[in-house]
């Protein structure tokens, strides 16, 4: 008797969409399997299980990866038929997940920018008051000292040079 299970693993799954599946006893190109199904891209299906949560749950979640005509489909690998209109709709999908990732980014920085601007500018601000106090200081001692230097100046009659005593 032979083991049946050890013939299982060395066979491609290929995985139809109506349901049906097509097992291959031999290594074969993904071209020559889209040849045989007109309209359908081949695809390699991969079980992810993500690290476990704490309360002991894990999320399991399945990737396809589309293949090109050139790739090999490999014995003990699952694959699937897919249609072009759910790979034009995926890659569609695709694009316009990274649009609009680099456009959130994009507001991001722009809004950070605007931020740093407001605390660059609200320390300008206040650098600009400070400095324009500091010089209206500096200016009132200026003029203060040039009102004195000034004042001094002037002629002044002193007590001395007037004669009482005298005519």
Request: charged share 30%.
């Amino acid at each position: 008797m032979g083991n049946c299970q050890a013939s299982e693993v060395a066979t491609v799954v290929i995985q139809h969409p109506g349901g049906r599946v097509e097992r291959l006893y031999w290594p074969t190109s993904a071209a020559d399997v889209m040849k045989t199904n007109p309209g359908y891209h081949v695809a390699l299906v991969s079980l992810y299980v993500s690290e476990e949560k704490q309360d002991g749950s894990s999320v399991r979640f399945t990737r396809v990866k589309l293949l090109k005509p050139k790739d090999m489909l490999l014995l003990g690998q699952v694959y699937r038929l897919i249609t072009s209109q759910e790979v034009t709709k995926a890659l569609r999908q695709r694009k316009y997940e990274k649009i609009r990732k680099s456009q959130a980014e994009l507001i991001r920085k722009q809004q950070q920018e605007h931020r740093t601007k407001d605390q660059d500018g609200e320390a300008n601000l206040e650098d600009s008051r400070s400095r324009h106090q500091a010089t209206k200081q500096g200016s009132d001692r200026q003029k203060s000292s040039i009102q004195m230097a000034v004042r001094g100046r002037q002629w002044r009659p002193s007590l001395q040079s007037i004669s009482e005593m005298g005519s």
